[in-house]
């Protein structure tokens, strides 16, 4: 009777603690209390409720280390990996943590993995949107286009005004080639997340892919609006106005002057930024600096884009400037 007592009296106390926990030593105190006490020796129910108290106190602290991790492989993370594994293993029907496993395994690149979990949460959870959603990005991430488009469809029917929802399909029915349903998604999105640069800029990007220039030219604009010093909106604003087909939306000077104003371009955008700077300077009629510029990306053009940016290099030494063609078109035309 007495350890009973003590087993009740520190779940007592592992429960007042949960019900303010908010950090990740909260948990752990929770964990400690409960792991110390004597669960074994208890009755049935008194066990049953310890040990979901106990899956869910492990999941909370998983999630907090995992959030702090700096690699999917360094301590921290293993030991958030070993949080979640515990808690499944005390509650095996614990959703949130087969989810926080699937993320594990999305990270890790087993994709197959955690579409099998992402499964299981969608079982057990029919209606919750965001597992839909989570099973639809990863799809997205492994090419399967029209089952991540099913799950976004299914996410927006039973939580309509979520903005990544949108956004999320959106990507996936641009790169399936549904160009006009896609800018239509894009366009819902910034509709309910007005505040969000990114989205005007998701937009503007289709917008431009889609050969929509004055479309795709305004919401660039709405982006700067939001955050004027964006530099994915600039450049690829820079780049519209350089290399536009129609002749009353281009204007070589403007884009030369946003490329010119651009510092500390990190690594990641470097070519971009040469391969824009470079069309502005010959749509200025500037030839012999666009071949210079151009010819300092030649090392680091992705193996993707490489015909294409030899040819624009090739124009430029021709005396010529560059235009684009839309990558996709609305009705895939």
Known sequence: M???TSTAASLKTAYSISKNATSESDYTQIIDQIQQSDLAAADQEVRDYGNQLLAWALNRRG???????????????MAAIEDFRES????????????????VYATRGQMKEAEALFDDVIQTKPDHANAYFNRGELRYEMGKLPAAISDYDRAIALQPSEADFYTGRAHARFQHGDV?????????????????????????????????????AENYRNALQLDAQNLRTQL???WLLATCPDGSLRDGQQALEITQGLR?????EEFRY??????????????????????????LVPASERSGFEARVANYKSNQRYRQSPIRQVGGQ
């Open 180 to 216: 006009g349903p896609a800018i239509d998604d894009y366009r819902r999105a910034f509709q309910l997340d007005k505040a969000n640069a990114t989205r005007a800029i998701d937009l503007a990007d289709a917008l431009q892919n889609a050969g929509q220039w004055r479309a795709a």
């Open 264 to 268: 500390d371009i990190p690594a990641n």
């Open 2 to 4: 007495a350890q009973q």
């Open 63 to 77: 999630e907090m280390r995992w959030d702090r991790m700096q690699d999917p492989d360094d301590e921290v993370a």
């Open 274 to 299: 040469i391969d824009t700077y470079a069309a502005a300077l010959a749509e200025t009629g500037q030839f012999e600096k666009a071949t210079r510029v151009a010819q300092t990306g030649l090392n």
């Open 88 to 103: 499944l293993r005390l509650d095996p029907k614990r959703w949130r943590a087969k989810q926080n496993m699937a993320f």
């Open 236 to 238: 690829n604003l820079a």
